[in-house]
């Protein structure tokens, strides 16, 4: 197992409501990627943070945001959801300019009704 | 045209032959390629990362880079069952930051 913390495991929501989905960042590890993964699909890359700053960003609208903390945890805010937003959220952390080191947590598995 | 492409498969082979599996990818300044397993329900795994030409052998994993044609493969020798899974290409795109990008995954069976 790595060192990613993910909560909650499992959420059920309704179409429109909001949710905030956390991660805890291995340890020495300061940057948070932030991946969507629809059934069947592989990982879409939502976003990343690095020294509380977003550093890049998929194709996700901007109701998809997140945050950073200065211990390196993460959240990833989701607003107005939608069916399609229905999917396994994936947190990864690793160290900056280092793709291979790259962990990933066990997920938060959202549905939305 | 996708960034990353898999055959989604299922690829299935008999327990302790070889099983092959591919990708190719559309960006040409590509800089790291990554093979990651995922087993059903379970988050990925990294199994291999490659960055040059050639071939990068890691116990009964090879992965295989081929920059020219934009593609990359990974080769499991004598295939377990525990091999079952799901195996997703992965690329990092030329530019400043670490976005992965992810193709749809091959799902390999090993019979036993």
């Known amino acids: 197992e790595t060192g990613v913390t993910q909560s909650p495991t499992h959420l059920i929501k309704t179409r429109g409501q909001q949710v905030t989905l956390r991660c805890s960042s291995q340890?020495?590890?300061?940057?948070v990627s932030w991946y969507q993964q629809a059934l069947g699909q592989g990982p879409q890359f939502i976003f990343q943070y690095y020294r509380e700053e977003e550093n890049g960003r998929g194709n996700f609208p901007p109701r998809f945001s997140g945050l950073q903390f200065p211990n390196y945890s993460s959240e990833l805010n989701v607003n107005a959801l939608e069916l399609d937003d229905s999917a396994l959220y994936l947190c990864a952390s690793s160290l900056a300019g280092s793709a291979d080191t790259q962990y990933f947590g066990p997920g938060t598995r959202l549905t939305v009704l | 045209q996708k960034e990353v492409e898999q055959n989604s498969g299922p690829l299935s082979v008999p327990e302790g032959a070889i099983a092959s599996l591919n990708c190719t990818y559309s960006d040409r300044g590509s800089q790291s390629f990554f093979w990651y397993r995922q087993y059903s329900g379970k988050s990925p795994e990294l199994i291999m990362s490659?960055?040059?030409?050639g071939d990068k052998e890691d116990g009964r994993f090879t992965a295989q880079l081929n920059k020219a044609s934009q593609y990359v493969s990974l080769l499991i020798r004598d295939s377990q069952p525990s091999d079952s899974a799901t195996y997703l290409c992965a690329v990092t795109p030329s530019g400043g930051y670490q976005k992965v990008t992810f193709g749809i995954g091959t799902k390999l069976q090993v019979i036993p």
């Open positions: 490659i960055y040059s030409n």
């Open positions: 340890s020495g590890h300061n940057t």
